[in-house]
């Protein structure tokens, strides 16, 4: 199934009495590009959860976030007695014989609470056993991720089809054309030699006739092009992960149009080239997004 490399997903569970909340997201990339923007994740788990992400996400600029939503009252700042008590000690020792010697507790408290790690946040660190519960929750927000990228990747699937069908579509309107420039080169070259007045060999104008229509000939062209167009097709449908592969096929069917579009030599074919290249654009876009 084609999958798009864009998505988001979202799993909650409990620690205690405190709510975490795992969200993660991905937009294209070449590569598994895992960043695990949060610190509640500990720094030993942290190559197991890379390696999961990766194993089931693939590629993709990925993005883990884990935020924890407290009990009421249990995230509030804690005062470090000890550090207090030395800070105040400190002070007290430091005004004495001063004119700053009259200080009071209550006069010296205020500040001594500003000063660097007396208020200190509760200690988040996570238990191997809360660790399996948020790792679960980890988990369930992958799968939800996945479950968002292949939804993204039908909608995806029906375009690039529709415009490869286009693109096919188009040749049958180019060999219409086709058959006219034999005619028009041929008049051109008449009425070109009848204005100089020059009376060519029957013979040898046919040979120049006929070098002239081998290096127009778009034959080989049009038929690679319909191979290119079958062959993504058939990519879409049976690669688990053709997004690198469909756009090295979209190459291929750029050049196949390109080099019609050199060798049309009318304008009602260029104009068709000229849509060819508009669908292919899009399709190159899109394959960008495509696992």
Not at 97 to 116: N, Q
Request: hydrophobic share 40%; net charge negative; glycine share 6%.
């Amino acid at each position: 199934m084609l999958k798009s490399m864009t998505g988001y997903g979202k799993a909650e569970c409990l620690l205690g009495q405190d709510k975490y909340l795992v969200e993660i997201r991905s937009v294209n990339g070449k590569n598994a590009d895992i960043n695990l923007k949060s610190p509640l994740i500990p720094r030993d788990k942290e190559i197991e959860v890379r390696k999961y992400i990766a194993e089931q996400l693939g590629r993709g600029s990925i993005d883990l976030f884990v935020t924890v939503e407290h009990a009421e009252g249990a995230g509030a700042k804690q005062i470090n007695g000890a550090i207090l008590l030395s800070y105040y000690e400190q002070l007290q020792q430091a005004v004495e014989g001063t004119v700053l010697d009259f200080c009071e507790p209550d006069t010296l408290l205020p500040a001594i609470l500003r000063l660097p790690d007396v208020l200190e946040t509760r200690s988040t660190e996570i238990s191997e056993e809360d660790w399996t519960t948020l790792y679960a929750a980890i988990r369930q927000a992958v799968d939800a991720l996945d479950a968002f990228r292949c939804k993204e990747g039908v909608s995806l699937r029906n375009d690039v089809i529709a415009q490869v069908d286009k693109i096919e579509n188009y040749l049958p309107e180019v060999e219409r054309y086709e058959r006219e420039r034999v005619p028009a080169i041929r008049e051109r070259m008449e009425a070109r030699m009848k204005e100089l007045a020059l009376q060519p060999d029957a013979n040898r104008l046919e040979q120049e006739m006929i070098f002239w229509l081998e290096k127009l000939d778009i034959n080989e062209e049009k038929v690679r092009l319909r191979q290119h167009c079958r062959y993504f097709r058939e990519t879409v449908e049976t690669e688990p992960m053709p997004g690198r592969k469909l756009g090295f096929i979209a190459q291929e069917m750029g050049r196949e149009i390109n080099t019609l579009g050199s060798k049309a030599n009318h304008a009602q074919i260029q104009q068709i080239v000229v849509k060819m290249k508009d669908e292919l654009e899009k399709i190159k876009e899109q394959t960008l997004n495509i696992l």
